[in-house]
């Protein structure tokens, strides 16, 4: 193998990367699907979703915080794993308020995405129908913390690549929500609606006024194709 060149095996696959990737960074690369929310490949990594997790060497560790060594034995595709990754989405649509036949991001929210790739029917937990502040004070964009799931994509890219740093998180457990860095709001920052913050929500957190049914439901990025496929496409055909 070239120098600087790693491989290991993931459900009995072989995959060759280089040195200092991360994982699902690895796998994307070569047509494997991890299941995530919080990780997005154009943001520091920040392993909070949990949704990511693989057993690796037998531990179980997120595959967006962990870099790849050589020899290393990932499962990833099994079913503790997945019945893991379910219940996680689960308790995600139980702690907010995610009404998906009305919702503006329907078709093109990684959640719902995902608890179809997964099997979710309906929740087996309570809901907790929490009741968190909208704010529709900026003129382009609208915030409904009600249905942030704290994957903090939207705090990197405000901190990098935007250098604005807008949002944050305030309170802990279930009473901790997405807090604005502005005294009137997110009308009273430097947020606007071509930030990479104002595009990185896997739901429907932050919205875009005037834009949310452009594209009619029905023709949206997961009501044709379900959520990975994009990333499975990429895998090469074993010679034959």
Sequence with gaps: MPLGTLQFTIDGVTVQTQEGQSLIAACDAAGLYIPRL????????????????????????????????????????????????????EMMFVEGNHPCPYCVASGDCELQALGYRLGMTAPVYPFFWPRHEIDASHPDIFLD??????????????????????????????AMHLHVDGWGGLGATQMAAIDKAAHVCPVACIVIRRDGYRIPNGQR????????????????????
Excluded at 44 to 70: E, L
Excluded at 74 to 79: F, G, L, S
Excluded at 221 to 240: L, M, Q
């Design 221 to 240: 990025r997961f009501d044709k194709t379900p959520i990975g496929t994009d990333i499975e496409a990429r895998r090469k055909a074993p010679p034959s």
């Design 38 to 89: 919080c990780y997005h490949p154009d943001l520091r990594p920040a392993g909070n979703c949990r949704v990511c997790t693989c057993r690796i060497d037998g531990h179980q560790a997120a595959a967006c915080v962990t870099p790849v060594r050589d020899g290393m034995v990932v499962e990833n595709d099994t079913p503790q794993l997945n019945a893991d990754r379910l219940a996680l989405i």
């Design 145 to 174: 913390r009600e249905r942030c799931i704290a994957c903090s994509r939207c705090i990197e890219a405000s901190r990098m690549p935007d250098g604005k740093s807008v949002f944050s998180y305030e309170g802990r457990g279930i």
